[in-house]
């Protein structure tokens, strides 16, 4: 993980949940363990590069647990740890502040 350069609690976590994908990955979580390909079509945009990329570091930071179970096919599933759903608070405010922005933005926009 990169250096924390100002010492701020804030940059700590964005180094940490920073990015386009990860608080969304941790928000898909929140209802429960999820295997590869069901965060892939929760979320159709992210490569599957840069989900591989992003659930590593989530799981490399303890907010995340990957277990394989010894199947035939394998079977991955991705699960919050205790410290990865200490998240769910930050995740409501996110919606919330998302929900306001969806709807400040409906009413800003120019009428026909």
């Not at 976590?13 to 429960?32: C, F, K, P, T």
């Not at 990329?53 to 930071?61: G, I, K, V, Y």
């Amino acid at each position: 993980m990169k250096k924390n350069v100002s010492g701020c609690s804030v940059e700590e976590a964005m180094h940490l949940l920073g990015g386009r994908w990860r608080l969304l990955l941790v928000s898909y979580l929140l209802d429960g363990p999820k295997r590869f390909n069901d965060l892939r079509r929760d979320i159709p945009h992210i490569s599957q590069r840069m989900l591989t990329l992003d659930l590593r570091a989530l799981e490399e930071a303890g907010m995340v647990l990957r277990t394989v179970y010894p199947e035939v096919p394998v079977r991955v599933e991705y699960q919050l740890t205790e410290d990865g759903q200490r998240l769910r608070k930050v995740v409501e405010v996110i919606k919330e502040f998302g929900l306001w922005l969806k709807a400040r933005h409906t009413t800003d926009a120019p009428q026909p």
